[in-house]
C-alpha cells in the first residue's frame, strides 16, 4: 500500500526566506505527484501537478520537483511571505490517490 | 476556473440520522471524490465514481452510501450516522484523463451529536 510521508510536520521561518517542503512516497509507479495547499477550515487548493514523465514545473514564486526512482518530491518556495502561512499537502496517484498529512508552514512577518 | 461546490460549510445532526451531503461541479468533469480528512489520519478517500450511476468504494467505505444521478452532482448518504462520523468532508472532481488534477470543495464539516 501506498505510504506518503511529509516531512517537517511543522515549519516556521522569517519572511523572504527561502524554502523547502519534502514529500516522500513508498510505491514509484505513479501517474502524478500533487502539491495542494489548506487554510485552516478550508478546501484544497491545488498548486503544482507534475506527471510521472516530468522532472518539475513551476508557478510564480513555486517550484515543484519529482524524481520518482526515489519516491521524492519537493516544494520549493523562494521569498516566503506571509500570506504563505497555510499546510501544504503532496499527494500522489496510482490508481486513486493518496495524501501525506501536510506541513503546517508559517511564516513570520 | 474549476467551481466544486459543496452544499454547507457546517453542519450539526444527531446520532442515528440520515445525513445527506451534496457536491456539485460545473465543468462537466467525469470524475468525482469523496474524503474524509481528520487530524493525524490526512485525507482518507471513502467512494468516487467515474460515470453517472456508477460507484466504487474507496478506503473508508463503511456506513457511507453515494448516489450520481447526473454528472455534475456527487452526494455522499450517512445511512444512520453516528459520533465517528464526525469529521470534515471534501469533495473533488476531476476530468477524465487519469493525469488531470483534482479540484476540491471548501469542505463540509459535519458534527454528529
Known amino acids: 500500500k501506498q505510504e506518503v510521508t511529509q516531512i517537517p510536520a511543522a515549519l516556521s521561518v522569517p519572511e523572504g526566506e527561502n524554502l523547502v517542503l519534502n514529500c516522500s512516497f513508498t510505491?514509484?509507479?505513479?501517474?502524478?505527484l500533487q502539491w495542494f495547499r489548506q487554510d485552516p477550515g478550508k478546501g484544497l487548493t491545488s498548486l503544482l501537478l507534475?506527471?510521472?514523465?516530468?522532472r518539475e514545473q513551476t508557478s510564480g514564486r513555486l517550484n515543484a520537483s519529482l524524481d520518482k526512482s526515489s519516491g521524492r518530491s519537493t516544494l520549493y518556495i523562494a521569498a516566503s511571505q506571509p500570506g504563505d502561512s497555510a499546510t501544504y499537502l503532496c499527494a500522489v496517484r496510482k490508481v486513486n490517490m493518496r495524501f501525506g498529512a501536510g506541513t503546517r508552514l508559517t511564516v513570520k512577518p | 476556473d474549476v467551481k466544486v461546490t459543496q452544499s454547507s460549510r457546517y453542519l450539526v445532526k444527531r446520532t442515528g440520522e440520515k445525513v445527506f451531503l451534496e457536491c456539485v461541479q460545473d465543468m462537466d468533469h467525469e470524475n468525482m471524490f469523496w474524503y474524509r480528512q481528520d487530524p493525524g489520519l490526512g485525507l482518507r478517500l471513502i467512494y468516487f465514481?467515474?460515470?453517472?450511476?456508477?460507484?466504487e468504494k474507496g478506503d473508508i467505505p463503511e456506513g457511507y452510501s453515494v448516489s450520481r444521478e447526473k454528472k455534475e452532482r456527487f452526494s455522499l448518504i450517512l445511512e444512520s450516522a453516528s459520533t465517528n462520523q464526525t469529521s470534515m468532508y471534501l469533495c473533488?472532481?476531476?476530468?477524465?484523463?487519469?493525469?488531470?488534477?483534482?479540484?476540491f470543495g471548501d469542505g463540509t464539516r459535519l458534527s454528529i451529536l
Open positions: 465514481s467515474y460515470d453517472v450511476k456508477m460507484k
Open positions: 510505491d514509484s509507479a505513479i501517474y502524478n
Open positions: 473533488a472532481s476531476s476530468s477524465g484523463d487519469a493525469g488531470r488534477p483534482q479540484h
Open positions: 507534475i506527471q510521472s514523465s516530468q
